[in-house]
């Protein structure tokens, strides 16, 4: 199983400010990593897949970057309801799996 | 739009069966080249991917739960269904079906959710 390691596990800024969230994989994971966002009592959203693309609706100020087992989520100027979980989750190999998420909170 | 809404029992004994339904509204199940997920997530943690079932009936499941899950779908009444068997509180959780981000492909994102049902286990 492929293991997805996230860091840190919780990220104090400020609305504004730039957030840099890592997901690290066990093994390769070619470009197959999607990022989430899940508010509480909420479904996750997705957020990026295939490393670096945008889903539907997604603000720009989301990015994404990375390959093979190092991966990055970059939010580029904080807005107040970006604070929330992030996870990470690879399709490169069954089964599929999940980090163990970033907690982004307001500093 | 396409909608995805589980149901199902809120409460489930140890060792019984754990049964969830996935609705799909808004679009159709067969022939849609999905292959349609269920996620769990227990308490205060993080996503579990247990399984996953293509429009035509093929299957992928976690390994971890592999000997316990069975996924079904039932294209015409537009669901797709989860049973868990021999279940502990270790399957307390909050149960999400989706629907992946990519046709065909087995392995992919999940780009829509349902809005999750809660099941705990407990006598």
């Known amino acids: 199983e492929i293991v997805l390691t996230q860091s840190p596990a919780t990220l104090s800024l400020s609305p504004g400010e730039r957030a840099t969230l890592s997901c690290r994989a066990s093994?390769?994971?070619?470009?197959?990593l999607a990022w989430y966002q899940q508010k509480p009592g909420q479904a996750p959203r997705l957020l990026i897949y295939e490393a670096s693309h945008r889903a539907t609706g997604i603000p720009v100020r989301f990015s994404g970057s990375g390959s093979g087992t190092d991966f990055t989520l970059t939010i580029s100027s904080l807005e107040p309801e970006d604070f929330a979980v992030y996870y990470c989750?690879?399709?490169?190999?069954?089964?599929?799996?999940f980090g163990q998420g970033t907690k982004l909170e307001i500093k | 739009q396409l909608h995805l809404q589980e149901s199902g029992p809120g409460l489930v004994k140890p060792s019984e069966t754990l049964s969830l339904t996935c609705t799909v509204s808004g679009g159709s199940i067969s022939r849609s080249r999905y292959y349609w997920g269920w996620i769990r997530q227990p308490p205060g943690k993080g996503l579990e991917w247990v399984g996953s079932?293509?429009?035509?009936?093929?299957?992928y499941y976690n390994p971890s739960l592999r000997s316990r899950v069975t996924i079904s779908v039932d294209t015409s009444k537009n669901q797709f269904s989860l049973e868990l068997s021999s279940v502990t509180t270790a399957d307390t959780a909050v149960y999400y079906c989706?629907?992946?981000?990519?046709?065909?492909?087995?392995?992919?994102?999940?780009?829509?959710w349902g809005q999750g049902t809660v099941v705990t286990v407990s006598s």
């Open positions: 989750q690879q399709r490169s190999d069954w089964p599929l799996s």
């Open positions: 079932i293509y429009d035509s009936g093929s299957t």
């Open positions: 989706a629907r992946p981000h990519q046709i065909i492909a087995a392995r992919s994102a999940f780009e829509i």
């Open positions: 093994q390769t994971v070619y470009t197959y």
